[in-house]
Nanobody, 117 residues
Framework: QVQLVESGGGLVQPGGSLTLSCAAS????????MAWYRRATGKERELVAQ??????????GYRQSVLGRFTIARDNSENTVYLRMTNLKPEDTAEYHC????????WGQGTQVTVSS
């Protein structure tokens, strides 16, 4: 059974940092392009960052608004994908989820990130 379990969210002040984790099970995440998504209240889900598998070159991409502040990484031995977020802004407040770039699997619970003073 495929599971995606996100963790690491929380309440942080503007300018703060958080590292999110996505533990995947039931499939070989190392062969997939994995991605982080977020959905703010009242808005549609948006793609935040993606990382391709090694055989596809290991390329990385970010949405413009997080470029230079967020870093996506993967640990294939642990089947885990990370999102390091720095210099957080109130507009980063959202529920964060991971999935493949094709949104292949059922969404997990997500992890809430709230940026507020």
């Amino acid at each position: 059974q495929v599971q995606l379990v996100e963790s690491g969210g929380g309440l942080v002040q503007p300018g703060g940092s958080l590292t999110l984790s996505c533990a995947a099970s039931g499939f070989a995440g190392s062969t997939e392009t994995m991605a982080w998504y977020r959905r703010a209240t009242g808005k549609e889900r948006e793609l935040v960052a993606q990382i391709t598998c090694a055989r596809s070159g290991g390329g990385i991409g970010y949405r413009q608004s997080v470029l230079g502040r967020f870093t996506i990484a993967r640990d294939n031995s642990e089947n885990t994908v990370y999102l390091r977020m720095t210099n957080l802004k109130p507009e980063d407040t959202a529920e964060y989820h991971c999935n493949t770039i094709n949104e292949s699997y059922q969404w997990g619970q997500g992890t809430q990130v709230t940026v507020s003073s």
